[in-house]
């Protein structure tokens, strides 16, 4: 699923086999934490991203360095939010009823 997050281009993945799902959706969660280190929040954030128009590879954490934390890394937070983890809850929660 493409998105644009500052003028870039974003893929963000659309599969989640299910022996990923439970550990990544609780792993983001811990990104609220405020003393969470940059790179373990992006560790978290580069298993929701194909690729990007960004400089660098979005599998490198060297690559999410250089990103502005206002312009780039929360809005990439929030489009996964958005886009991947909301939608897939609305399932499971209309899949119950």
């Known amino acids: 699923m493409k998105v644009e997050i500052a003028g870039k281009e974003v893929v963000l993945r659309e599969r989640f086999p299910v022996r990923e799902w439970d550990h990544l959706r609780k792993l983001f969660g811990q990104i609220k934490d405020p003393d969470i280190p940059w790179e373990e929040r992006v560790d978290i954030l580069r298993a929701f991203i194909e690729s990007w128009d960004f400089d660098g590879d979005p599998q490198d954490v060297e690559s999410w360095g250089d990103l ?17 983890l909301m939608p897939r809850y609305r399932l499971s929660e209309d899949a119950k009823n």
């Open 68 to 84: 502005d934390l206002f312009t780039d890394l929360l809005p990439l937070e929030m489009a996964i939010t958005e886009k991947v």
